[in-house]
């Protein structure tokens, strides 16, 4: 598959402009707008859950549960986990809401699925997440920063209507190896199909 055929008109030659072109390719080629699509297709009607429920959510559950790191799980994390949901692994510069370069053939390939007959017009939860290293609620916020970063990246460069996306990060306060939470499978963002 060539990667322009992954961008919407004339988006190919900005990729190429910022140093994506085939000799970037890293290991995020694997990914592929049918895997985003068939993961976040068939949401049934809007889900009861809001992004600043969330964003509470994870404030609080850092205020009770204080330290390093809770293996307390978030009130809402049962009903996230049964929507359609896919992650992706978008790097950052260090302590960072920057998106790297090589990152935005992921991005773009994100686009490109939100773009398609299949998911248009539903709603997307852009999730951020760290790892546990640093302060809890530093971390929120920095997840937070580049939740932000990629629903921006999205709507501005590879033009998802704004309405579809909405940014939630949620720091280090749901992690996915909660066994060892400084492992790099931690710092991730998630889509989450919350609906119609």
Do not use: C, W
């Not at 994506?20 to 068939?38: K, P």
């Not at 248009?120 to 939860?125: P, R, S, V």
């Amino acid at each position: 598959m060539k990667f322009s055929t992954l961008l919407p008109t004339g988006l190919a030659t900005f990729a190429v402009v910022f140093g994506l072109g085939l000799s970037a390719v890293n290991a995020q080629t694997a990914l592929s707008r049918n895997e985003i699509i068939n993961s976040l297709q068939g949401a049934q009607a809007k889900v009861d859950i809001s992004a600043d429920d969330l964003r509470k959510q994870a404030l609080e559950h850092i205020q009770k549960y204080p330290g390093d790191n809770s293996t307390e799980v978030l009130p809402l994390a049962a009903k996230l986990a049964q929507l359609r949901q896919f992650n992706v692994e978008v790097t950052f510069d260090f302590d960072s809401d920057r998106i790297r370069p090589e990152s935005y053939e992921t991005v773009g390939i994100i686009a490109d699925a939100l773009h398609t007959p299949y998911l248009m017009g539903q709603t997307f939860f852009v999730v951020g997440h760290t790892d546990a290293k640093g302060d809890r609620e530093y971390n929120l916020k920095l997840s937070q920063r580049r939740a932000d970063a990629i629903r921006e990246a999205l709507v501005t460069t590879f033009r998802v209507p704004a309405g579809m996306l909405e940014a939630v990060g949620l720091g280090e306060e749901q992690l996915r190896d909660p066994s060892n939470p400084d492992a790099e499978i931690n710092r991730r963002v998630q889509l989450i199909n919350v609906g119609f």
